[in-house]
């Protein structure tokens, strides 16, 4: 049986869709390209904004669209949100929900039996196995948060997090296969192991604990961090974070609003002046870290002024890159029931005002952090203005291209970390390099 996969969403998704294709590839089945003729399609979705939702049902067509015969399956977050409403669509043959993608290959093969395919059979369609250099670990899922924008909370459930002692063996295993960085991410990853507690009053000792023992891994060369709650950024974390050779400068510290009335009708549990202390305590300990986050532009209510003072914060916290986002209304969350609605128009505008800063906001952050050499992960081949590449990233997650011609056997430098002297920018968001 060939099967398709195609991830929509976060990081936590990316790993769940790994995992799955790790269960038909162990029980003998072929995974293939999306774009390719298949038996089975499994669309893993998202529906963290209106935008998310469509996407899914678009890509949801596409695979019927690919083959009329498959069997077309959907799962994640809008597959959750789309069964509890009772919605239906006539391209999708059977929905998946997140706590039974573990059984997938059995619901799948229940549903196939007796079934007739249109299969593809050019090769042209047989898909290279692309090796992956990177590879996302999730530690926890579920969200107690509630924040009123927040859909996710009501389809991924209460927090649940993973043992310290299975996470490392998962890590193991990875190192194992040969990839050098591990993502470790999460729904909510600062509340790894707060199930019966707060939080905040752990101070970030569960996630510390995990971290130092995944580091502790031979073969791991590099630890990324997933998005992080500000406040989990206290001295006392970031000062063991620091302590972990193999953790990456980049930190993703979601903020949402640059003003403090916006944040309380969010339900975010800090103020603008304690974010900006969360920044200088990772400034303080890391040389120049990445710092990126989410920011959310036309929330209800949100008058110019207060826009204004997201856009100030924004310079203020010196970001290495922004996510923005157009406020999206959630059926089912708090902020859909607010008065004071914004029109796609203004919602809009406001959310292009704010790229435009985040473009500039990059391109200062990357003059100051890149130095005359870096050392490069190198993971694909790419092609930038008819010319071929070898590409990777940084600690920092700066993309920086080597041209093949330039290196002996390129296949051999895939997956591993090289010094690369940086001689200019080659391309809007990538750097130029050269391989001692």
Same mark, same amino acid.
């Given at each position: 049986?060939?099967?398709?996969?195609?991830?929509?969403?976060?990081?936590?998704?990316?790993?769940?869709?790994?995992?799955?294709?790790?269960? $038909?590839?162990?029980?003998?089945?072929?995974?293939?390209?999306?774009?390719?003729?298949?038996?089975?399609?499994? @669309?893993?979705?998202?529906?963290?904004?209106?935008?998310?939702?469509?996407?899914?049902?678009?890509?949801?067509?596409?695979?019927?669209?690919?083959?009329?015969?498959?069997?077309?399956?959907?799962?994640?977050?809008?597959?959750?949100?789309?069964?509890?409403?009772?919605? %239906?669509?006539?391209?999708?043959?059977?929905?998946?929900?997140?706590?039974?993608?573990?059984?997938?290959?059995?619901?799948?093969?229940?549903?196939?039996?007796?079934?007739?395919?249109?299969?593809?059979?050019?090769?042209?369609?047989?898909?290279?196995?692309?090796?992956?250099?990177?590879?996302?670990?999730?530690?926890?899922?579920?969200?107690?948060?509630?924040? !009123?924008?927040?859909?996710?909370?009501?389809?991924?459930?209460?927090?649940?997090?993973?043992?310290?002692?299975?996470?490392?063996?998962?890590?193991?295993?990875?190192?194992?296969?040969?990839?050098?960085?591990?993502?470790?991410?999460?729904?909510?990853?600062?509340?790894?192991?707060?199930?019966?507690?707060?939080? @905040?009053?752990?101070?970030?000792?569960?996630?510390?604990?995990?971290?130092?023992?995944?580091?502790?891994?031979?073969?791991?060369?590099?630890?990324? /961090?997933?998005?992080?709650?500000?406040?989990?950024?206290?001295?006392?974390?970031?000062?063991?974070?620091?302590?972990?050779?193999?953790?990456?400068?980049? $930190?993703?510290?979601?903020?949402?609003?640059?003003?403090?009335?916006?944040?309380?009708?969010?339900?975010?549990?800090?103020?603008?002046?304690?974010?900006?202390?969360?920044?200088?305590?990772?400034?303080?300990?890391?040389?120049?870290?990445?710092?990126? !986050?989410?920011?959310? *532009?036309? $929330?209800?209510?949100?008058? %110019?002024?207060?826009?204004?003072?997201?856009?100030? $914060?924004?310079?203020?916290?010196?970001?290495?890159?922004?996510?923005?986002?157009?406020?999206?209304?959630?059926?089912?969350?708090?902020?859909?029931?607010?008065?004071?609605?914004?029109?796609?128009?203004?919602? *809009?505008?406001?959310?292009?005002?704010?790229?435009?800063?985040?473009?500039?906001? %990059?391109?200062?952050?990357?003059?100051?952090? @890149?130095?005359?050499?870096?050392?490069? /992960?190198? %993971?694909?081949?790419?092609?930038?203005?008819?010319?071929?590449?070898?590409?990777?990233?940084?600690?920092?997650?700066?993309?920086?291209? @080597?041209?093949?011609?330039?290196?002996?056997?390129?296949?051999?430098?895939?997956?591993?970390?090289?010094?690369?002297?940086?001689?200019?920018?080659?391309?809007?968001?990538?750097?130029?390099?050269?391989?001692?």
């Amino acid at each position: 049986m060939k099967v398709a996969f195609l991830t929509l969403g976060c990081k936590v998704n990316a790993y769940e869709t790994d995992k799955m294709k790790e269960i $038909f590839e162990d029980a003998g089945h072929t995974v293939t390209g999306f774009e390719n003729c298949a038996d089975v399609y499994i @669309v893993n979705t998202c529906t963290v904004t209106n935008i998310a939702d469509r996407k899914s049902r678009k890509m949801l067509h596409r695979a019927r669209k690919n083959n009329p015969l498959a069997l077309v399956v959907a799962t994640g977050c809008y597959a959750e949100s789309a069964v509890k409403k009772g919605e %239906e669509d006539e391209c999708i043959d059977i929905f998946v929900l997140n706590k039974d993608k573990s059984n997938i290959l059995e619901i799948v093969c229940s549903a196939v039996k007796d079934r007739t395919y249109n299969v593809c059979y050019d090769e042209k369609n047989q898909i290279e196995k692309k090796e992956r250099t990177r590879a996302y670990v999730k530690v926890q899922d579920g969200c107690n948060q509630y924040c !009123t924008y927040c859909i996710i909370p009501y389809v991924r459930g209460s927090l649940k997090s993973r043992n310290e002692k299975d996470i490392v063996a998962e890590v193991r295993e990875l190192a194992a296969k040969g990839y050098k960085e591990i993502v470790v991410t999460g729904i909510h990853l600062s509340s790894y192991g707060a199930d019966s507690g707060n939080f @905040v009053k752990l101070g970030g000792r569960p996630l510390s604990s995990l971290l130092k023992a995944i580091s502790s891994v031979d073969g791991v060369e590099r630890i990324r /961090l997933g998005s992080l709650e500000p406040r989990i950024i206290t001295e006392s974390f970031v000062k063991e974070l620091a302590s972990i050779p193999q953790l990456c400068p980049h $930190f993703h510290l979601s903020l949402q609003s640059g003003c403090d009335t916006v944040l309380k009708r969010m339900n975010r549990h800090y103020t603008t002046k304690e974010y900006l202390e969360c920044l200088e305590i990772l400034r303080r300990y890391f040389e120049n870290p990445a710092i990126t !986050t989410d920011i959310i *532009a036309g $929330f209800p209510n949100e008058t %110019e002024e207060e826009f204004e003072e997201t856009c100030r $914060f924004a310079y203020k916290a010196k970001f290495a890159q922004i996510h923005v986002f157009k406020y999206s209304k959630r059926q089912g969350t708090i902020a859909a029931k607010m008065n004071g609605q914004l029109t796609e128009q203004a919602k *809009a505008e406001r959310s292009q005002r704010l790229s435009i800063i985040e473009k500039e906001l %990059e391109e200062l952050y990357r003059k100051s952090a @890149v130095k005359e050499y870096e050392k490069v /992960l190198f %993971e694909e081949i790419t092609e930038i203005d008819n010319k071929k590449y070898i590409v990777g990233y940084n600690e920092r997650y700066i993309r920086i291209a @080597v041209p093949i011609n330039e290196v002996k056997d390129v296949y051999k430098l895939h997956n591993t970390i090289k010094e690369v002297h940086i001689l200019e920018n080659l391309t809007d968001g990538i750097l130029l390099g050269t391989c001692n």
